[in-house]
């Protein structure tokens, strides 16, 4: 099936971009890395009759590191972030969890921005993004301003964008001493697809003991999750008794549903076999 006929709008800044949007409301939508949209339009599910082509726009591709993080621009590929020096060095759990996106022909072509700007509950990204304390950078009719990550999912394809504005980069603070990160991905289908659930962790320890942990899962709910509430482990031994306590956090924090991936029983059941090898991984490389 063909795309229906459309204009594409070629801005040469993030004002002119924004200006297109604004001027055209629900008629015009921002194009990334096309990897969605385009499908969806061919499909006929989605028809925009004019698209912002932001490939056009100067510096939105770059990855920097900056004093206290990485800034990674909104059109940087999944497979530039995978195979980054400064992020596998800087953040090797980053590099992790878009390396295993799709294959490589997606992630060649993919957009960062465009992957998280999607909001669909299962992506790979943000989980990890969350337990390193992301936030994104947007640009809009009001200027710019910053979100942190953990308040930008809203719903199912929902975020805190607001109309004509625009992500611009994500910025991921350096991981502090002694902690580590991981992601952990299960797919109940292909390889290819869609995960069943994703789940990263953070942990930081000093003389044997858990400083902090951070948990964060997608595919078990509405939005990416990042886990409340595990302050509690501070300054623990972190024992099989205490991983009992973080995985009953999840259990009550998680909301999955059916879908050709699995039951709500067997997503919960998952979640937590893997939020346990996820932290039974990083204590021991800490130990």
Request: include cysteine.
């Amino acid at each position: 099936m063909t795309i229906r006929s459309f204009d594409l709008l070629r801005p040469r800044s993030l004002s002119e971009a924004v200006e297109m949007l604004a001027k055209h409301g629900d008629n015009a939508r921002a194009l990334g890395g096309g990897t969605t949209l385009v499908i969806l339009m061919k499909q006929r599910a989605l028809y925009y009759p004019y698209l912002v082509d932001l490939q056009t726009i100067p510096g939105l591709n770059e990855i920097k590191r900056e004093s206290d993080g990485v800034r990674i621009g909104a059109l940087a590929t999944h497979r530039t972030v995978e195979c980054s020096t400064l992020i596998r060095e800087a953040l090797p759990v980053v590099a992790d969890a878009f390396c295993q996106i799709g294959n490589v022909r997606v992630r060649e072509t993919a957009s960062v921005g465009g992957n998280l700007a999607h909001g669909d509950y299962r992506l790979d990204p943000p989980p990890a993004l969350l337990v390193l304390g992301a936030e994104v950078q947007a640009f809009g009719p009001k200027g710019s301003r910053v979100i942190p990550l953990k308040n930008f999912f809203r719903g199912i394809y929902e975020t805190a964008l607001e109309p004509a504005e625009l992500l611009v980069d994500v910025r991921v603070p350096f991981m502090p001493p002694n902690s580590r990160a991981v992601y952990l991905r299960y797919t109940a289908l292909s390889a290819n697809d869609w995960p069943c659930l994703g789940v990263a962790a953070f942990l930081r320890k000093e003389n044997g003991r858990c400083q902090e942990v951070r948990i964060a899962l997608g595919g078990v709910a509405s939005t990416p999750v990042l886990i409340d509430g595990l302050d509690f482990a501070n300054d623990q031994s972190l024992d099989d008794a205490l991983t009992e306590k973080l995985l009953e956090k999840v259990e009550q924090q998680i909301s999955p549903f059916a879908d050709l991936r699995g039951s709500e029983w067997y997503k919960r059941r998952m979640a937590r076999l893997f939020v346990k090898k996820a932290i039974d991984q990083l204590n021991s490389a800490l130990s």
